[in-house]
């Protein structure tokens, strides 16, 4: 972590003295020289931090030298950013006299901070030159060097995968049906060479399942030669070649090929393909890192045409979709044992001698509880029930492990192997993205976070860095997948998209996460118990106590640069001070808290670049926030906020301002907007802006928006129609805008939204309000995903202007959006996954020809009061899984009734109905319907 710490200071040092190529004095030249010494220092880094990490709890050497340069490295960004401060602070208030000011050199005011800055950076490359010089006394191997490979370095060092690999059949538990798929895809499928993949996290057993399946039966004689072969993070090709051929030639009894110890890489390639031209092999290549391992691999096993078969475990997805360029792949992503499967296996570890291997009933509960921590993750299961095997069988005993399992998995010797296998995947991960999963840890156990909230973090503490011309965004969501891909951020919530709506991790890999945090100082969490006591290093606080304590020691802590509440009501006094006082502050996270204003000292934290105060009962925004010029992302969603401070026009950096507020009330679509004052166009970074009141701007608002060509999501509410030619001019302007929400100011307010020529990548339309009818250019939208009409009034049917729209998965059509009596669905609609009808009061009949919607998925009808029947042709849509019925007529519900219905034939294929229906004047009857799933 060291090397992540330098390589931001070197980051944040080449961008200052890039951006400020004349500073003040001599500090430009210091900083000079403190960027070289650093970087010559930051080719041993790798091995450094290994071996500090490897070193367990040791206070020598290299563990203490890897604490000073991280500690180093955080000076140097709080210097830059004193500087940025007092830079900023000088062109804002002498603007005018600025060359005055300068010759007046022994004015004390400026003197002051330079002299402590200069000081300071001198002190810091002192520093930097006694890093450097014990650094050569440690013999650090630089990244290209002979330090070996990882576990190799010291005896101590016992691979915990070795036992995977010798487990009794008996003692395997929850792995039969993958067995069954990985048996299938070996012995059946095409002649061609095949790569059959199996995906899964650390300790989720891969190893088990791959060598059950390599010594199953059936596979042992359907193969002519065979090979289980253990990769790990550290190989060469000629050593796994030669592994290979060994095997091979053993299970056999066939002499080695002549030489073999001392050929080259391209004779092993050449023996290899050689023994295996005329042969059915399959080769197991156990816990596969890297990518371009499939590279070299695939030219010794060539495609013989004889339904050879390799199988490759992994903990990186990537590794699997790397083999598709050349041949065909199946993945399996291996899952979490299911709770049942999980007790059991538990109960054979913990109870192996005593009980007849199963759980006394006092101790049914407590195990239920400890089985859950491990969230069906057999390696933790394992680990646990083995450690509980060793101890006495009382409740107090298991209650005191389960209370304390954080402390256990760092200190018990029983549990090093899960520690070690999970912290396999945190070594693995480049210096890049070890900080974006540190940051999981700063959130409460079992939280699920949304992405995007994750992602505007990580920009705005700076772990993002620019690539070409792509939007740091998309970089980051780039950085999330890759962490999903590697196994180590579970996806919580997907949209029908297919897009990850949130994430977590599993709670043992959050465990050493923790750890991980504490040891440097990434992040200190306080609880609601504990006595604060924090480390001037401490970069971030996570709070969840409303100890006064504990926030006074807060309000001292000037040093932090990230700051996130969680359920912690915050006293005046606090916020008063904690404003005034933290000036180097990135990331401010308030959601969700019992937060009721914010002190005018906001504008007091100039490098403020992430604020969000979602869900909170915050009302007005001071104009001081005009002096946040650093910031990026404000999150004002479902707070009070309805007008916004002139000021906010000069936040020339912001790039997300979320201001939509849900309030039944609104009678369109229940969210308000928020009324900005003139000049929003000054804000040409801006990428979502969402939801603004058109009408308080007016035409000046519309023109504006002209100016923000770099929105992407765009939220218009009180549209009125005399705003339609000069709106569809500026939402042209917007080439890069892929979400629209356009709002009439009333129901029957008419919408003029003919003139848009094209928008190339929208992806997502929302209209509510009147149109005379549907704007021409919606039917071209080749990237769009989702569409919705509301209160439309569309007199023609239009279904047949969208039925060809190439990308679309969701259509809602409700609130009278069409006021016809007939909807007829033509083949079309290929892609449509989930429809929505609600509230077309006057539709009678609804046809769906075969080959329309053939990828339908779920269907809501809610307050069609005249449809008396079900769809004709709805028996079609034969991958309907969900049919939500809501409010419908009494004749529509008894046509599918179970018992007598006469067109409950219809819905039989539909694997699950539920139905809504109004019983008396606010009571409600609900039941399902379920289908078995035919196999």
Not at 131 to 144: A, G, L, T, V
Not at 226 to 255: D, H, W
Not at 445 to 456: H, K, N, P, T
Not at 824 to 839: P, S, T
Request: net charge neutral; proline share 3%.
């Amino acid at each position: 972590m060291a090397e992540t710490a330098v390589s931001f200071a070197l980051e944040q040092m080449l961008q200052l003295l890039h951006e400020k190529g004349t500073l003040i004095g001599e500090v430009h030249k210091e900083f000079v020289e403190i960027k070289d010494e650093l970087e010559s220092i930051q080719a041993f880094l790798k091995d450094a931090d290994r071996r500090a990490s490897d070193e367990g709890n040791s206070k020598d050497g290299i563990k203490i030298w890897v604490k000073q340069l991280r500690e180093l490295s955080f000076r140097i960004e709080d210097v830059i950013a004193e500087y940025n401060i007092y830079e900023a602070h000088e062109t804002n208030h002498h603007h005018g006299f600025i060359d005055f000011v300068k010759k007046i050199f022994h004015f004390v005011k400026i003197l002051r901070p330079l002299h402590r800055l200069a000081d300071e950076v001198q002190d810091i490359k002192s520093s930097v030159r006694g890093i450097k010089e014990r650094s050569e006394r440690y013999n650090f191997q630089s990244e290209d060097g002979s330090s070996g490979a990882r576990g190799n370095h010291s005896g101590k060092w016992h691979d915990p995968r070795l036992v995977s690999l010798f487990i009794e059949e008996s003692e395997v538990v929850g792995f039969e049906k993958p067995t069954e798929q990985l048996v299938g895809w070996l012995m059946n499928g095409a002649t061609a060479r095949t790569v059959i993949s199996v995906v899964g996290m650390g300790g989720l057993g891969k190893t088990t399942l791959a060598k059950k399946v390599f010594d199953n039966q059936q596979v042992k004689g359907h193969f002519d030669c065979r090979a289980f072969i253990i990769v790990s993070q550290s190989y060469t090709v000629e050593g796994l070649l030669r592994n290979m051929l060994n095997k091979f030639c053993e299970a056999t009894k066939e002499p080695l090929p002549q030489g073999i110890k001392t050929m080259d890489k391209m004779s092993l390639i050449t023996a290899a393909r050689r023994y295996m031209q005329n042969k059915r092999y399959v080769i197991f290549f156990d816990d596969v890192w890297k990518q371009d391992f499939w590279d070299e691999i695939q030219l010794a096993t060539l495609d013989n045409n004889m339904a050879s078969r390799i199988v490759i475990t992994t903990r990186n997805l990537a590794v699997a979709n790397y083999c598709k360029k050349d041949s065909h792949v199946q993945v399996h992503n291996l899952q979490p044992l299911p709770p049942n499967k999980a007790g059991e296996l538990f109960s054979k570890k913990a109870f192996q001698n005593d009980f007849n291997g199963n759980c006394p009933l006092e101790l049914e509960d407590m195990s239920h509880e400890i089985v859950q921590k491990c969230e069906g993750l057999p390696l933790a299961i394992v680990a646990i029930g083995g450690l509980l095997s060793t101890k006495d069988k009382t409740l107090f005993e298991w209650s005191k492990l389960s209370q304390n399992l954080s402390f256990e998995l760092e200190r018990n010797p029983h549990l090093t192997s899960l520690t070690r296998i999970l912290g396999l995947s945190y070594d693995d991960l480049p210096y890049y993205l070890k900080s974006c999963i540190l940051y999981f840890g700063i959130y409460p156990e079992d939280y699920s976070i949304r992405c995007m909230r994750l992602v505007r973090q990580w920009i705005a503490e700076g772990f993002v860095t620019n690539q070409d011309a792509k939007p740091l965004e998309e970089v980051a969501q780039e950085y999330l997948l890759e962490l999903i891909h590697r196994s180590l951020v579970q996806v919580s919530k997907v949209d029908y998209d297919g897009k990850a709506l949130s994430c977590r991790i599993h709670d043992l890999l959050r465990e050493m996460i923790i750890r991980k945090m504490k040891d440097l100082s990434f992040c200190r969490v306080v609880y609601e118990d504990d006595q604060p006591s924090f480390d001037a290093t401490t970069r971030r606080l996570a709070v969840a106590t409303t100890s006064n304590d504990a926030l006074r020691s807060i309000e001292q802590h000037t040093s932090i640069r990230s700051m996130f509440m969680f359920e912690a009501p915050l006293p005046d006094h606090f916020m008063e001070s904690f404003f005034a006082k933290s000036k180097l502050v990135k990331v401010l996270d308030f959601e969700g808290i019992s937060l009721n204003y914010v002190p005018y000292d906001l504008g007091n934290i100039f490098h403020l670049r992430y604020l969000s105060l979602r869900k909170t009962n915050v009302k007005h925004i001071p104009e001081s926030i005009g002096e946040l010029q650093n910031l990026e992302t404000l999150d004002l969603k479902e707070t009070l906020v309805r007008d916004l401070p002139g000021e906010i026009n000069k936040l020339t950096k912001l790039r997300h301002l979320l201001v939509y507020h849900r309030d039944t009330s609104y009678s369109i679509n229940g969210e308000t907007g928020v009324r900005l004052k003139e000049n929003i166009g000054n804000l040409t970074l801006l990428q979502k802006l969402y939801h603004v009141e058109a009408d308080h701007g007016g035409f000046n608002l519309i023109i504006e928006l002209r100016k923000l060509r770099q929105l992407r999501k765009l939220g218009l509410k009180n549209v009125r129609r005399e705003y339609g030619n000069i709106l569809c001019d500026s939402i042209q302007e917007m080439s890069c805008l892929e979400s629209l929400s356009i709002c009439a100011i009333t129901e029957e307010e008419i919408m003029d939204l003919q003139f848009i020529s094209s928008l190339p990548q929208l992806r997502r339309l929302h209209l509510f309000g009147r149109l005379e009818k549907l704007p021409n250019w919606v039917p071209r939208l080749e990237y769009l995903v989702r569409l919705s009409i509301h209160y439309s009034k569309l007199k023609g049917d239009p279904l047949k202007s969208l039925k060809d729209l190439p990308s679309l998965l969701r259509l809602s059509i409700s609130g009278e959006a069409y006021v016809g009596e007939k909807l007829h669905f033509e083949v079309g609609f290929q892609k449509l996954k989930r429809l929505f009808l609600v509230e077309l009061s006057k539709v009678n009949s609804i046809v769906i020809e075969n080959g329309s919607l053939p990828a339908l998925e779920r269907i809501k009808m809610m307050r069609l009061p005249q449809l008396k029947e079900m769809p004709c042709g709805f028996h079609l849509l034969q991958n309907l899984e969900h049919l939500y019925l809501t409010d419908m007529s009494n004749e529509f519900n008894q046509s599918i009734d179970p018992n007598d219905g006469p067109m409950y034939w219809v819905i039989q294929h539909v694997q699950m109905v539920s139905i809504r229906e109004k019983v008396g004047q606010n009571d409600y009857n609900y039941h399902t319907i379920r289908h078995p799933k035919e196999k």
